[in-house]
């Protein structure tokens, strides 16, 4: 008879740092050349069955699309439908499992990512989404790995937490998984956020279907496949890159809709809440939403702050994977006496910045992720320099190649043939109207505009920080002045679900800092927590009574 089960104690996975020599850059280089030199067919996967609709996409890389990575078959509302049916009929045995065996598939996963499975996820994610090493390594490898990890020992830590029991009774909670299924929606700059949303409610029992983003489906194929090889039964988690309206209206209008895990724009997820909310009467149960959002995130200095820090982290916060990141700093604040020793050496350091193919290891800044993405930054840094009060410091070049000279953004739209791909310069705009359309709306991309306020406005500038964006995901203060940070923390409360104190605005870890934020960011469910498991579960409370009574009458009963 088996006692009560502990998983291994988790941990994060190192970062490996694919310096020259090592053995996991040339692997990764080795990797690399293989994928660019084939071609994969990429089918929906129904029921563990592959299913090619003919309806066939090309899968390009978007640093260079002349390079064919693949094709992935588009998905409809038939597929959707039998994708549904199958995750339905999957989940009532796979519900059934005994809690350690459904972890044990996705601990497996974790050691097969950690190891023999690292190079493959890392180069599907550096072509299909140009990311560059570093950036995949801390995305698909490391945080998918502490996803899982981290998160058999959440659902451990939810099955524990069983009620008192007095005399002569037994109390116990059954932490059920959902009825119905769940539809994980995944976006493109994260392959860890696409394993995240498809395998945690998995992990706790649902069945799921999974739309990823049409920008990663090759990651999402890749993770798809290493899930099957760890174990996970057909049909647990249905792979269905397609359609969104067509798959989305399929499974929100399906009775047995039992939750949405959504990371997307924030008018994307109103508008599933808002189909949900039409549809509220025709469901079985009232669904689970999870949403994670956008962001308007900010870095504010203060005049104590420390010069080479706050440069660092605005480097790095803003410009990592082209700004394509829900918490990139995208607004800063820096008083002005700050701002003049600061401009040159930051404005020096962004323009020096290499950019082209992640394939190259020395670049920093690789391409964005389509041409929607690129117009549409374009367009802000263009209207940034036409703008009256603002004006383009660093960068505001873009260009279709990342080998010749790149157009000013003024330039009539170019148009991408050959090699070329989506490249933006690192852009830096320098703002005098701290509510100008760079320092309110979401770019997306690789552009910060940094606002300089007066000296001795610190107060003032912490307020103008907390209202002027809808959003509340991530945000930084800089000082070495303690009572500045103690202001600021509770200025900023509610600014930012994730804060950080003399640190970037980015790159939160499983178990350390889990991820969310609320306001118009989402419903701040925390990745990487606890309630990224106990969202996918609905209690049942047990009583037994051991000694039951025999007769009605109570004790007061016995006189007038």
């Not at 005049?303 to 394509?324: C, M, N, P």
Request: hydrophobic share 40%; net charge negative.
């Amino acid at each position: 008879m088996a006692g009560n089960f502990r998983v291994p104690e988790p941990f994060n996975e190192p970062v490996f740092d694919y310096a020259p020599g090592s053995p996991e850059r040339a692997e990764l280089k080795a990797e690399l050349e293989r994928m660019s030199g084939e071609e994969v067919d990429i089918p929906a996967i129904i029921g563990g069955q592959e299913v090619r609709s003919g309806n066939i996409q090309p899968v390009c890389a978007p640093h260079d699309l002349s390079l064919r990575l693949g094709v992935w078959h588009c998905a409809g509302t038939e597929e959707a439908r039998r994708a549904v049916e199958g995750s339905r009929e999957a989940r009532r045995e796979w519900a059934s499992w005994p809690w350690e065996d459904r972890v044990a598939v996705f601990l497996r996963a974790a050691e097969m990512l950690s190891s023999s499975w690292r190079s493959r996820l890392n180069a599907a994610t550096m072509l299909g989404q140009s990311k560059n090493a570093f950036q995949s390594e801390i995305d698909a490898a490391c945080e998918t790995v502490d996803f899982y990890r981290y998160g058999a020992a959440f659902l451990e830590e939810v099955l524990e937490q069983q009620p008192h029991s007095s005399d002569g009774v037994w109390n116990r909670t059954d932490h059920r998984p959902l009825e119905g299924f769940v539809y994980a929606v995944s976006p493109f700059n994260f392959t860890a956020i696409g394993a995240n949303l498809a395998g945690m409610p998995a992990l706790a029992g649902c069945g799921v279907l999974w739309k990823p983003s049409k920008h990663a489906v090759l990651s999402g194929y890749h993770t798809y496949k290493l899930l099957e090889e760890a174990g996970l039964p057909p049909g647990v988690i249905d792979f269905v890159p397609g359609d969104p309206r067509e798959i989305t209206d399929a499974a929100l209008g399906h009775p047995e809709f039992g939750g949405l895990a959504f990371t997307g724009s924030t008018e994307v997820f109103r508008s599933l809440w808002t189909t949900v909310g039409r549809n509220i009467a025709r469901y079985r149960s009232y669904p689970r939403l999870v949403g994670e959002t956008g962001g308007k995130n900010f870095i504010v200095a203060h005049e104590s702050a420390g010069l080479d820090a706050l440069r660092t982290a605005i480097v790095r916060g803003a410009f990592e994977y082209q700004g394509q990141k829900c918490s990139a700093a995208s607004r800063v604040y820096v008083p002005k006496s700050l701002w003049r020793r600061l401009k040159d050496s930051l404005v020096a350091e962004t323009e020096g910045l290499a950019m082209g193919d992640p394939a190259d290891f020395r670049n920093f800044v690789n391409a964005v992720i389509d041409r929607g993405a690129f117009d549409k930054i374009r367009g802000y840094v263009a209207r940034a320099e036409a703008g009256d009060g603002a004006r383009v410091v660093a960068g505001g070049t873009c260009t279709c190649s990342g080998s010749r000279a790149a157009d000013r953004t003024d330039a009539p739209a170019c148009t991408c043939t050959g090699k070329e791909g989506f490249f933006i310069r690192p852009t830096i705009v320098e703002a005098d109207d701290p509510g100008c359309e760079s320092m309110c709306d979401e770019i997306f991309g690789p552009v910060v505009t940094v606002h300089a306020y007066p000296d001795g406005k610190w107060s003032e500038t912490l307020a103008l920080a907390d209202s002027t964006s809808p959003y509340g995901l991530t945000g930084a203060v800089f000082a070495r002045d303690r009572s500045a940070v103690q202001e600021a923390m509770a200025t900023l409360r509610y600014a930012a679900g994730n804060f950080y104190v003399n640190d970037k605005p980015t790159g939160a870890v499983v178990g350390q800092q889990p991820f969310g934020g609320g306001r118009a960011s989402g419903t701040n469910d925390k990745a990487g927590s606890i309630l990224s498991v106990l969202k996918w579960l609905t209690p049942r409370t047990l009583k037994e009574n051991l000694n039951p009574p025999r007769d009605f009458r109570y004790p007061f009963m016995a006189e007038e």
